[in-house]
């Protein structure tokens, strides 16, 4: 018994149990029935009538681009905060630590709440419209306009403190050492920061995007009040049909959803993949 117990992929499968298991019930029997019910009639026999009647309403194909559109836009402009943001934090200077505090606001901010207040401030002939009517402007319409800029707007304001916070401790834990050797050798600050910084931290930077862009694109909320109502996306769709007891379209839309999240992230693991530790170490494999 103690020899079994000493068995490294024993220990290892021990260790992993509690964490494996824990997903596997609780995210992957959900999918699993997910699959299922959006394979089957309502008598229980198998059909893909579901996949095509999702594929054969233009609504539905609006609604899967709409749904991608809403989960990689919110992605680029949260990353284009998020990193200058986590070096400006990383700096010394006057009211540091009330900055630091303030930046991480809209994390305790639900996204119905921030939807509401997105309404309030930035609708035509909202709070702001009407303070720049004193001075002869108008404010663009953001809120249910066709671009949907209201709804990557809002996303981006929810996601920067959490992408911030992830890519914050990824360049944290680089060691010092390493951009003081890439200093000495004669790179620049911005060399240093782009050649050795960045692909070190590339798997934090990884993580945050994803969990972005699923984050971004699953939302309800946000899109079903600031969105447009000409392009739904698919969460929002997926409500209405649950409302109306359509439970196998609301399903094979989940499965459609999650197919292509799947996707979009093998595609993105694929193209920075070479982008990440092995660039600064040289180690191709």
């Given at each position: 018994m103690t020899a079994l117990f000493n068995d490294r992929r024993l220990q290892l499968l021990l260790l992993l149990a509690p964490g494996v298991g824990y997903l596997l019930f609780f995210f992957g029997t959900p999918l699993f029935q997910a699959l299922r019910e959006s394979l089957v009639t309502d008598q229980g026999d198998f059909t893909l009538m579901w996949y095509q009647r999702a594929f054969s309403r233009p609504s539905m194909v609006r609604g899967l681009t709409t749904s991608l559109y809403y989960g990689l836009a919110p992605v680029f402009v949260s990353l284009a905060l998020s990193v200058p943001l986590s070096v400006l934090i990383r700096q010394s200077f006057i009211g540091r630590k009330l900055f630091n505090g303030l930046y991480k606001l809209p994390l305790a901010v639900p996204s119905l709440i921030a939807a509401l207040a997105v309404i309030i401030l930035a609708e035509q002939g909202g709070f702001l419209d009407r303070v720049l009517a004193h001075v002869g402007l108008s404010l663009p319409k953001i809120v249910r306009d066709?671009?949907?800029?209201?709804?990557?707007?809002?996303s981006a304001w929810k996601q920067v403190p959490f992408m911030t916070l992830i890519i914050t401790s990824a360049f944290a834990a680089i060691p010092e050492d390493l951009r003081l050797a890439a200093r000495a050798f004669g790179a620049s600050r911005l060399q240093t920061f782009l050649r050795v910084e960045v692909p070190l931290a590339m798997p934090g930077i990884s993580a945050a995007v994803l969990l972005t862009f699923i984050g971004s694109m699953g939302s309800y909320a946000i899109p079903d009040l600031v969105g447009p109502p000409s392009a739904r996306p698919l969460s929002v769709l997926m409500v209405e049909g649950f409302k109306n007891g359509k439970f196998?379209?609301?399903?094979?839309?989940?499965?459609?959803?999650?197919?292509?999240?799947?996707?979009?992230?093998?595609?993105?693991?694929?193209?920075?993949?070479?982008?990440?530790?092995?660039?600064?170490?040289?180690?191709?494999?």
């Open positions: 066709d671009a949907g800029l209201g709804v990557i707007f809002t196998h379209e609301v399903y094979a839309m989940g499965m459609i959803l999650s197919a292509f999240a799947i996707a979009v992230l093998i595609a993105y693991y694929t193209l920075t993949h070479r982008i990440g530790p092995q660039a600064v170490t040289g180690d191709e494999r």
